[in-house]
């Protein structure tokens, strides 16, 4: 798979979309072409809508459980059927370097099934990151706690997500906006910096961010973000960071307590090092934490469609209240590479503990073991 990849020949970028929205996003992503660069995957569990979308690499998931008819909202279903297909969702990705999982959580397919992909990569040694989005307020509080139940189980095996919020989205392009143009505007965005992520990671630049940079701010825990703007001129570079720092899609998280940012800068011809500097400064007055690890890149692409281009990656942030501001210290890469592995779960619930047919409780999402429980009761 490797050698049919253009791009960087030494990286292969797998982006898995799990369920309608995951599925809509990839499909849209391999409609700009990005399939000669990057793997797309499209994982459902319903037939007709993978046969809609024109992505090579399908997996029906849970064929035998659904019969390819969806997950019907449940996301219990929606873990029971990637458990189902697990032979084929571990080869999907097994020769990747970093996995990206995009899915719109709240309903069965993509909040179930994203957990135990996530938990594959880790078991693979896979970087992987997750992009996943809020539903709407408006499609109840059901929706929106299977959503927050999925972040918190795709937590414990993901080196880091980035959570959209549809609502925000809405309330920047204002009330009378139609739901499938914001959807459509949701997609854009979600598309827009799968893109970025993937010109960063594949093309070689003059300061280059590579997949250990990449790798190293991945493994701070916490929520991360993701941010892209864009300028005309070079004067206007300082405009393109505000915008990749307030992107309004981004949720809760903030940047300002960000541990780790990746920095990069696309432009179109050679940029002044007192923009370069500048930019970094004002990236260092926004964060509030003074060890924050910058990692800063710069390539030169007489392609882009503007002048200047800059992606933002945070991670690491914390969702509660910002923290107290820390001296500057030096940061040892070795202890990064420490918080990668908790994978420990948050609790074990001894109420549970006649799940059997070989699984440990940390295989079962939370809300999976959640709806056993009603049930059983
Ligand atoms: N931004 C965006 N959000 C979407 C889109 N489609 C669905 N969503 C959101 O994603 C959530 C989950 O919807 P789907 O992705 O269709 O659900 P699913 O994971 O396929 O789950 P089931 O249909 O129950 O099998 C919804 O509650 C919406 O908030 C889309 O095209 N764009």
Same mark, same amino acid.
């Given at each position: 798979?490797?050698e049919?990849?253009k791009?960087n020949?030494?990286l292969?970028?797998?982006v898995?979309?799990?369920?309608?929205?995951?599925c809509?996003t990839?499909?849209m992503?391999h409609?700009n072409n990005?399939?000669?660069?990057?793997?797309?995957? =499209?994982?459902?569990?319903?037939l007709?809508?993978l046969n809609?979308?024109n992505v090579? @690499?399908? %997996?029906? $998931?849970?064929?035998?459980?659904?019969?390819?008819y969806?997950?019907?909202?449940?996301?219990?279903i929606?873990?029971q059927?990637a458990q189902e297909?697990?032979?084929?969702?571990?080869? =999907?990705i097994?020769?990747?370097d970093?996995?990206?999982?995009t899915?719109?959580f709240g309903?069965g397919?993509?909040?179930?099934?994203s957990?135990?992909?996530?938990?594959?990569?880790?078991?693979?040694n896979?970087?992987?990151?997750? $992009?996943?989005? &809020?539903?709407?307020?408006s499609?109840?509080?059901t929706?929106?706690?299977?959503?927050?139940?999925? $972040?918190?189980?795709?937590? +414990?095996?993901?080196?880091?997500?980035i959570t959209?919020?549809n609502?925000?989205? &809405?309330?920047?392009?204002?009330?009378?906006?139609?739901l499938?143009?914001?959807f459509?505007q949701?997609?854009?965005?979600?598309?827009?910096?799968?893109i970025?992520?993937?010109?960063?990671?594949? +093309?070689?630049?003059?300061?280059?961010?590579d997949?250990?940079?990449?790798?190293?701010?991945?493994?701070f825990?916490?929520?991360s973000?993701?941010?892209?703007?864009?300028?005309?001129?070079?004067?206007?570079?300082?405009?393109?960071l505000d915008?990749a720092l @307030?992107?309004?899609?981004v949720?809760i998280?903030n940047i300002?307590?960000?541990?780790?940012? %990746?920095?990069q800068l696309?432009?179109?011809?050679?940029p002044?090092?007192? #923009?370069y500097?500048?930019?970094?400064?004002? $990236?260092?007055?926004?964060?509030?934490?003074?060890?924050?690890?910058?990692?800063p890149g710069?390539?030169?692409?007489p392609n882009?469609t503007s002048?200047i281009?800059?992606?933002i990656?945070?991670?690491?942030?914390?969702s509660?209240?910002?923290?107290?501001i820390k001296?500057?210290i030096e940061t040892?890469?070795?202890?990064l590479?420490?918080?990668?592995e908790?994978t420990?779960?948050?609790y074990?619930?001894?109420?549970?503990?006649? %799940?059997?047919h070989?699984e #440990?409780?940390?295989? %079962?999402?939370?809300i999976?073991r959640? &709806?056993m429980a009603i049930?059983?009761?």
């Amino acid at each position: 798979m490797k050698e049919l990849l253009k791009g960087n020949p030494e990286l292969l970028i797998t982006v898995v979309g799990i369920g309608g929205c995951g599925c809509n996003t990839v499909n849209m992503l391999h409609e700009n072409n990005l399939s000669s660069q990057v793997n797309l995957v =499209a994982v459902n569990t319903d037939l007709a809508a993978l046969n809609s979308i024109n992505v090579e @690499n399908k %997996i029906l $998931i849970g064929e035998n459980l659904t019969n390819g008819y969806g997950a019907g909202s449940d996301p219990s279903i929606g873990y029971q059927a990637a458990q189902e297909s697990e032979g084929m969702l571990r080869s =999907a990705i097994m020769d990747s370097d970093i996995v990206i999982i995009t899915a719109g959580f709240g309903g069965g397919t993509g909040t179930g099934a994203s957990p135990l992909v996530a938990k594959l990569a880790r078991e693979l040694n896979i970087n992987c990151l997750a $992009i996943v989005t &809020l539903p709407f307020e408006s499609e109840g509080q059901t929706r929106m706690d299977y959503a927050l139940q999925g $972040i918190d189980d795709i937590k +414990e095996p993901i080196h880091a997500y980035i959570t959209l919020s549809n609502d925000l989205l &809405l309330a920047g392009l204002g009330e009378t906006v139609g739901l499938f143009s914001a959807f459509n505007q949701s997609n854009e965005v979600l598309k827009n910096l799968l893109i970025a992520l993937v010109q960063m990671l594949n +093309e070689t630049g003059y300061v280059n961010v590579d997949k250990n940079d990449f790798s190293t701010i991945l493994s701070f825990e916490g929520e991360s973000i993701l941010g892209v703007g864009k300028a005309n001129s070079e004067e206007e570079a300082f405009d393109a960071l505000d915008q990749a720092l @307030n992107n309004p899609l981004v949720s809760i998280a903030n940047i300002d307590t960000a541990k780790g940012i %990746i920095f990069q800068l696309f432009c179109k011809s050679e940029p002044k090092l007192s #923009t370069y500097n500048g930019l970094i400064d004002r $990236i260092r007055t926004r964060v509030t934490n003074r060890s924050v690890l910058i990692v800063p890149g710069v390539s030169l692409d007489p392609n882009l469609t503007s002048e200047i281009e800059i992606l933002i990656i945070g991670s690491g942030i914390s969702s509660g209240k910002p923290e107290p501001i820390k001296e500057a210290i030096e940061t040892d890469p070795c202890e990064l590479e420490q918080n990668v592995e908790s994978t420990e779960p948050a609790y074990i619930d001894d109420e549970l503990s006649f %799940i059997n047919h070989g699984e #440990t409780m940390t295989d %079962i999402p939370a809300i999976t073991r959640k &709806l056993m429980a009603i049930n059983r009761d």
